[in-house]
T-cell receptor, first 115, second 114 residues
Framework: AQSVTQLGSHVSVSEGALVLLRCNYSSSVPPYLFWYVQYPNQGLQLLLKYTTGATLVKGINGFEAEFKKSETSFHLTKPSAHMSDAAEYFCAVRPEQTSGSRLTFGEGTQLTVNP | DGGITQSPKYLFRKEGQNVTLSCEQNLNHDAMYWYRQDPGQGLRLIYYSQIVNDFQKGDIAEGYSVSREKKESFPLTVTSAQKNPTAFYLC?????????????FGDGTRLSIL
């Protein structure tokens, strides 16, 4: 069985500061990993995904994430926060060798950006 | 543009009433999902379907029912047996054959009790 842990349910940064949102997973087989963003009263939007190949993945809105197998982590970063980045962020995992497409989501991290 | 349409955006339920949430997709995806979202609890899977006329229970299926008569449609019924239905409900779809593909989400339905 796979699980996802997002460290910190709330993260607050200043505008222009580094954003770091943490995600650790447990999976018995190599996983596929995803980060989603959710703005208030909206659905989830895909930020980026890791499947195979390069471990540093670039996504939309200047976000990127690095897959570290030895640390079972997939942390999301952005060098300089904008006010528009304030939202909730979800990490999700699917083991590579499973058929079908069911995802397991973390509990989410609410990002606040202060002016 | 292809996407997922959920309706209505807001829904109110009376005691003892069943209500149905609509989800339609034009992405030609085989798989569809229903999630429930409560504050601080992330997304919990209610039901999912990987092919027409077939569906499986997720983690919190009690008090809910679904049907999948068409590839494009996956309606969710919240029955009177669901004693705490107030939540934000999200529908998603994905191409099931290739499991590295992400799920795509609708904009949700917020259900409240009158």
């Amino acid at each position: 069985a796979q699980s996802v842990t997002q460290l910190g349910s709330h993260v607050s940064v200043s505008e222009g500061a580094l954003v770091l949102l943490r995600c650790n997973y447990s999976s018995s087989v190599p996983p596929y990993l995803f980060w989603y963003v959710q703005y208030p009263n909206q659905g989830l939007q895909l930020l980026l995904k890791y499947t195979t190949g390069a471990t540093l993945v670039k996504g939309i809105n200047g976000f990127e994430a690095e897959f570290k197998k030895s640390e079972t982590s997939f942390h999301l970063t952005k060098p300089s926060a904008h006010m528009s980045d304030a939202a909730e962020y979800f990490c999700a995992v699917r083991p590579e060798q499973t058929s079908g497409s069911r995802l397991t989501f973390g509990e989410g991290t609410q990002l606040t950006v202060n002016p | 543009d292809g996407g997922i349409t959920q309706s209505p955006k807001y829904l109110f339920r009376k005691e003892g009433q069943n209500v149905t949430l609509s989800c339609e997709q034009n992405l030609n995806h085989d798989a569809m999902y229903w999630y429930r979202q409560d504050p601080g609890q992330g997304l919990r899977l209610i039901y999912y379907s990987q092919i027409v006329n077939d569906f499986q229970k997720g983690d919190i299926a009690e008090g809910y029912s679904v049907s999948r008569e068409k590839k494009e449609s996956f309606p969710l019924t919240v029955t009177s047996a669901q004693k705490n239905p107030t939540a934000f409900y999200l529908c998603a779809s994905s191409a099931v054959v290739v499991s590295n593909q992400p799920q795509h989400f609708g904009d949700g339905t917020r259900l409240s009790i009158l």
